[in-house]
């Protein structure tokens, strides 16, 4: 872990109509950390992913990543400089196999797609890289399946292929384990262990179930309401008195 | 493993395998005026053989037109309702320039090459390089709606500019020289390219343009491109955050497609001799969407098979039903959709073994019985 910060957001808000979902929000992450965001519903979790990710500009602050002002920065341009980021719902592309799923996004980084009258298979760069993608993940033996006819939990791991497959530095995990079934959380964490510290990446994870939360995360914020109510370790959280009565101490009192 | 699954068939002979449906029509279409001249006996270039190979080059050219549409909305998931204006723009480029500008040069200059004389050629490039750049224009104007417009909006701005270079065809203002309503007729053509006089010639070239725009499209949606082009129909928000700017695609996929609309729309304009306002309606445009529908969306064999449906099928319902054919042929399409729902093509792609079984099964319901 070191003291470098890859991505700030300074004050940042977003307002739509009169409902304020981010709340002058001023958060730090810490390169080669893992950092979970977590809050109640409605905390503003999934739209201050939605500014830092730039599926949406924001009404007030900026996002600096890497001493840059990206706030202005279109997600195209972002998933360049290497944020990637996986949807709480499904987002794949259900029509096509989950080899072209992950290879696409592999081809997104390279060089060859303006290449109008040459074969697509015949670039094997792309195809070695999603076979890399595929095993890391655990859906090998599926490359070949159509997106669409996953199951729910192996799409899940296909949405995260898709934003691996791009080498990102930094990952935006947006409720990785949503509608999966308690059995199948374990696996999805060690993947996201996995491809996290395997080559020194940073990952921001918001996350509804807590025990998950505070296993492998090293930092945690605690959002209600837009804003940020409270940033610690994972233990400083769950013994926090304020967190407690917010948040912890309706759903996750038994955790303290 | 997986690797050996989807590794490409490289070389000619995969490609024979993989196209050979589609090489083996391509044989029958090139033996097919021969064969009916030596049945019937009236000789290539009259009678019942000229008549049918009429009927194929309107079928060989709207073909290439419902891929060109196919490229657009079953590849690239761009419901456009003015793609006729694309066809009918090349066809009108075509039939502008030699009626009013090729004569004039032709009667007054000779490029030549030595002892060759190509200044028909020459003539004839200029016009065809003229029919690309109306395309690319025209293909620039409907991809700038479609920065901002999604949906049913973008599908109504299509409609509406569509109809807008519809009204602009007929418009009696340049009766001089689009004709209005009536359109351009007798465009001059050179004795070779002349369809009444030469029909053969303009057999085989349409055939040739069905066959190169078939292995040039086939190519694209396979490219790394024109993959991520299908990205962008399945899911652009994904699209975007891994790294692609789908305007760029979006554009891309519409400049292709209008070019292939423009060629395809330039050839029907010497086929017929002419460039009529019902070139660019959008009843041209639904007759596309109706064949790629037929065939099947995203498949580009689909639209071949929907174009000869409609020409041929049309055909003989005309000579059975008369003027009430498209009654009928309505109540075909709506049991094809009712019952193929993705296509001819799509369908059997989509059900391709479980068809296969159940023929299988039913042949062994006789085998048992015996």
């Not at chain 2, 194929?56 to 290439?64: E, G, N, W």
Request: hydrophobic letters at 50%.
């Amino acid at each position: 872990m070191s003291n470098e910060i890859i991505l700030e957001a300074v004050n940042l808000s977003k307002v739509f109509g009169g409902l304020v979902a981010v709340d002058d929000v001023s958060i730090k992450i810490q390169k080669q950390t893992m950092h979970a965001i977590i809050g109640p519903n409605g905390a503003g979790k999934t739209t201050l992913f939605n500014l830092l990710s730039g599926v949406m500009p924001p009404t007030n602050g900026s996002v600096i990543y890497k001493g840059n002002d990206i706030t202005r920065v279109s997600p195209q341009k972002r998933a360049h400089l290497g944020i990637g980021r996986s949807y709480q719902i499904t987002n794949i592309f259900p029509n096509l196999t989950v080899l072209e799923n992950i290879r696409l996004a592999a081809q997104a980084m390279g060089k060859d797609n303006f290449k109008l009258f040459q074969l697509a298979d015949n670039f094997h760069q792309y195809i070695n890289k999603s076979e890399e993608v595929i095993d890391m993940i655990g859906l090998s033996g599926r490359e070949l399946f159509m997106a669409r006819d996953l199951p729910h939990g192996e799409k899940r791991k296909l949405e995260l292929g898709i934003m691996l497959a791009c080498d990102p530095e930094l990952l935006l995990f947006d409720e990785p384990t949503a509608g999966m079934s308690s059995e199948q959380v374990p696996e999805l964490i060690k993947i996201i262990n996995k491809v996290v510290h395997q080559k020194d990446r940073t990952a921001i994870l918001v996350e509804h179930r807590m025990d998950m939360v505070m296993s492998i995360s090293d930092v945690v914020t605690v959002m209600n309401q837009g804003r940020i109510l409270a940033e610690g370790s994972p233990h400083e959280i769950a013994t926090n008195k304020q967190v407690q009565s917010a948040y912890l101490g309706d759903l996750y009192g038994e955790l303290t | 493993m997986a690797e050996k699954m989807i590794k490409p068939r490289s070389g000619l002979k995969g490609f024979i395998k993989k196209e050979a449906i589609f090489l083996i029509f391509i044989a029958i279409m090139i033996a097919f005026p021969f064969v009916l001249n030596i049945i019937t006996g009236t000789g290539l270039n009259a009678g019942i053989t000229k008549f049918w190979q009429g009927q194929l080059i309107t079928f060989f050219i709207m073909a290439v037109f419902a891929m060109s549409y196919d490229l657009l909305i079953g590849y690239g998931g761009i419901l456009s309702f003015g793609h006729a204006a694309s066809f009918g723009g090349g066809a009108y480029a075509v039939a502008l320039l030699l009626k009013h500008w090729a004569p004039n040069i032709l009667s007054n200059y000779r490029i030549t090459i030595g002892n060759l004389d190509i200044t028909e050629a020459t003539v004839l490039l200029v016009v065809f390089l003229v029919v690309i750049l109306v395309s690319v224009l025209i293909g620039l104007l409907f991809s700038a709606t479609s920065i901002r417009l999604k949906g049913a909006y973008f599908a109504m701005l299509t409609l509406a500019l569509g109809s807008a270079i519809h009204i602009l065809s007929k418009a009696t203002d340049f009766h001089k020289w689009t004709g209005a309503d009536e359109g351009l007729h007798g465009v001059p053509l050179p004795v070779w390219l002349n369809p009444t006089q030469n029909r053969l010639t303009v057999y085989f070239i349409a055939l040739g343009f069905l066959l190169l725009c078939y292995l040039v499209m086939n190519r694209m949606v396979n490219s790394p491109t024109g993959r991520v082009i299908v990205a962008n129909r399945e899911n652009e928000e994904r699209m975007r955050m891994i790294g692609y700017n789908p305007v760029i695609y979006r554009t891309i996929a519409f400049l292709s497609a209008s070019i292939f609309a423009g060629l395809a729309g330039a050839l029907y304009a010497i086929w017929n001799m002419s460039a009529t306002p019902t070139m660019t309606s959008t009843v041209t445009t639904i007759n596309a969407l109706i064949m790629t529908i037929l065939g099947g969306m995203g498949t580009l064999v689909g639209p071949i098979i929907g174009a000869g449906i409609m020409q041929i099928i049309g055909q003989f319902f005309y000579t059975w039903f008369g003027a009430r054919w498209p009654l009928v042929f309505g109540v075909l399409f709506v049991l094809i959709v009712m019952f193929l729902p993705y296509g001819i093509i799509g369908t059997w792609r989509l059900r391709k073994s479980s068809i296969k079984n159940n023929i299988q099964k039913f042949f062994r319901l006789f085998s048992k019985e015996k």
